[in-house]
């Protein structure tokens, strides 16, 4: 059975969560998202991550407090692998991602291609 891709919902809380580098509470999640999405959204789709084991959760009080469980480049990583298997041209594809690249990116991706024995 494969899994259901990550939402846009739940990859903002997973990125909020990574950013924190800490345990947060649903509160604190809802106020750092985009349009602010009921509680008991953000409750639900924590749930949701703690099932798929994205998440950590620890007791504190009458609620929880989450962490992310797993590593944010691979987790990025693989969407973007993903969305890349759709394509009928990835050629193409990678092409208009790579001008869309900030001077920064385009350093980093530099970088990360020259690391790996890829002519730039």
Do not use: C
């Amino acid at each position: 059975m494969s899994r259901r891709q990550i939402g846009q919902l739940e990859a903002e809380i997973l990125a909020a969560l990574a950013a924190a580098d800490r345990h947060v509470s649903a509160a604190e999640l809802q106020t750092h998202l985009d349009r602010e999405p009921a509680y008991t959204t953000v409750n639900t789709v924590l749930f949701r991550l703690h099932e798929k084991q994205l998440v950590t959760r620890m007791r504190d009080g009458r609620h929880y407090t989450y962490r992310l469980a797993v590593d944010e480049s691979r987790l990025v990583a693989d969407r973007m692998h993903h969305h890349l298997s759709y394509a009928s041209d990835a050629s193409s594809v990678l092409s208009r991602f790579v001008q869309t690249l900030s001077a920064e990116e385009e350093r980093a991706l530099r970088l990360v291609l020259r690391d790996h024995g890829q002519p730039i």
